[in-house]
């Protein structure tokens, strides 16, 4: 059973940067791709950045490519979003996961989500 916790969201306005971590418990993630995911009210939840375990490829959501950095720390079992130039688009709870794949229509969750935490841009 995997475990993610996330931490860092809050409130930040339009021009800031944020931190999200994502510390996951549970098992060895070397040989899986685990990813970033967002949902603002209303909306659907969409892809935001993944990276894979092993190598520390990274693949970014064109709405955050270029603002947003995604790492890992293998020794801590800890995943990273840096976020910069942070937009009130930005708005919304961010969750992990586990193990991300690609699909026909784009980047899926298929693994353990965290609890989410809230980032809020104000203009």
């Known amino acids: 059973q995997v475990q993610l916790v996330e931490s860092g969201g809050g409130l930040v306005q339009a021009g800031g940067s944020l931190r999200l971590s994502c510390a996951a418990s549970g098992r060895t993630f070397s040989s899986y791709v685990m990813g970033w995911f967002r949902q603002a009210p209303g909306k659907e939840r969409e892809f935001v950045a993944a990276i894979t375990w092993r190598a520390g490829s990274e693949y970014y959501s064109n709405s955050v490519q270029g603002r947003f950095t995604i790492s890992r720390d293998n020794a801590k079992n800890t995943m990273y979003l840096q976020m910069n130039s942070l937009k009130p688009e930005d708005t919304a709870v961010y969750y992990c996961?586990?193990?991300?794949?690609?699909?026909?229509?784009?980047?899926?969750?298929?693994?353990?989500w965290g609890q989410g935490t809230q980032v809020t841009v104000s203009s």
């Open positions: 996961n586990s193990d991300v794949r690609y699909t026909g229509t784009g980047a899926a969750p298929f693994g353990s």
